[in-house]
T-cell receptor
Framework: EAQVTQNPRYLITVTGKKLTVTCSQNMNHEYMSWYRQDPGLGLRQIYYSMNVEVTDKGDVPEGYKVSRKEKRNFPLILESPSPNQTSLYFC???????????????FGQGTRLTVV | AQSVTQPDIHITVSEGASLELRCNYSYGATPYLFWYVQSPGQGLQLLLKYFSGDTLVQGIKGFEAEFKRSQSSFNLRKPSVHWSDAAEYFCAVAWMDSSYKLIFGSGTRLLVRP
């Protein structure tokens, strides 16, 4: 079954304690991205990756890091989490980043992060 | 600047009634338009998309949307709502002249009265 898998689904952590949210897709997609969802703001892109070892900032990259060492995995790293990073996070993947290629983004089920 | 607006935060309709969710975008370049649905505790599922051609597009679950370039709108419609349609709906837009960035609206939460 084609899917994007995020782990963990729920996480409560303390300020400053490094954490990683994993994202894995089994569709051999080149393009992957991370979003955060906050009430009244919709989804905002944090980082994206066009392919292995190619990553770039989205709209709200501050406080986050990513890596793309393998095509299937795109972990999101919070080196020193703060309460304003409490949010619902989604990973997405698609065959290519260019919408002219008529691609569709597939989303994971989300990770609800609380930083206290 | 590129932006997507969903003016209705909440909409409540009775089961069996028709539904229209509004979406407007700004920016002049050719848009690529999407509607996603998010059920409680779930990720986002694509309902439909518009890239080119017929401006009335059909999607899954009986939804359709119409692209009106003159109004910069891509409203989502359904003729008869079912209780299972209760969810949050997101309009998203990408633009041909920029590197792929899917910009989302703030969402509209649909409540269905029995």
């Amino acid at each position: 079954e084609a899917q994007v898998t995020q782990n963990p689904r729920y996480l409560i952590t303390v300020t400053g304690k490094k954490l990683t949210v994993t994202c894995s897709q089994n569709m051999n997609h080149e393009y992957m991205s991370w979003y955060r969802q906050d009430p009244g703001l919709g989804l905002r892109q944090i980082y994206y990756s066009m392919n292995v070892e190619v990553t770039d900032k989205g709209d709200v990259p501050e406080g986050y890091k990513v890596s793309r060492k393998e095509k299937r995995n795109f972990p999101l790293i919070l080196e020193s989490p703060s309460p304003n990073q409490t949010s619902l996070y989604f990973c997405a993947s698609s065959t290519a980043g260019d919408p002219r290629l008529n691609t569709e983004a597939f989303f994971g089920q989300g990770t609800r992060l609380t930083v206290v | 600047a590129q932006s997507v607006t969903q003016p209705d935060i909440h909409i409540t309709v009775s089961e069996g009634a028709s539904l229209e969710l509004r979406c407007n975008y700004s920016y002049g370049a050719t848009p690529y338009l999407f509607w996603y649905v998010q059920s409680p505790g779930q990720g986002l599922q694509l309902l439909l998309k518009y890239f080119s051609g017929d401006t009335l597009v059909q999607g899954i679950k009986g939804f359709e949307a119409e692209f009106k370039r003159s109004q910069s709108s891509f409203n989502l419609r359904k003729p008869s709502v079912h209780w299972s349609d209760a969810a949050e709906y997101f309009c998203a837009v990408a633009w041909m002249d920029s590197s792929y960035k899917l910009i989302f609206g703030s969402g509209t939460r649909l409540l269905v009265r029995p």
